[in-house]
């Protein structure tokens, strides 16, 4: 059994929206991010929600993307990206585990990742 499941993604035009789904099973875990892989920069997470549905932004995200969990299927967590950008474009990959501090995680930090899903942008 796959631990993330992402669905969503595609190719949309500067400021369209995008919705990302994540769903989440067979593991035990404190929170789920969502990182960005651009070419040959290094993954970055741009949001995280903790169990405790406490939440961090990537600075280049805030106030466009938020990350929720499905208040029925507490096992899904969605990222709705708003006011999309070219420099948006990546891969999305869902990851989770369990860390002490409420903070974004960094890769190396990571314990399950989903397989990806791109997400592209155009002027």
């Known amino acids: 059994q796959v631990p993330l499941v992402e669905s969503g993604g595609g190719s949309v035009q500067a400021g369209n929206s995008l919705r990302l789904s994540c769903v989440v099973s067979g593991i035990t875990y404190n929170y789920v991010a969502w990182f960005r892989e651009a070419g040959e920069e290094e993954r970055e997470a741009v949001a995280i929600?903790?169990?405790?549905?406490?939440?961090?932004y990537g600075d280049s995200v805030k106030g466009r993307f938020t990350i929720s969990r499905d208040t029925a299927r507490k096992n899904t967590v969605y990222l709705q990206m708003n006011d999309l950008k070219p420099e948006d474009t990546g891969k999305y990959y869902c990851?989770?585990?369990?860390?002490?501090?409420?903070?974004?995680?960094?890769?190396?930090?990571?314990?399950?990742w989903g397989q990806g899903i791109q997400v592209t942008v155009s002027p």
């Open positions: 929600i903790y169990t405790s549905g406490f939440t961090l």
């Open positions: 990851a989770s585990g369990f860390v002490v501090d409420r903070k974004l995680v960094q890769s190396q930090e990571v314990r399950y």
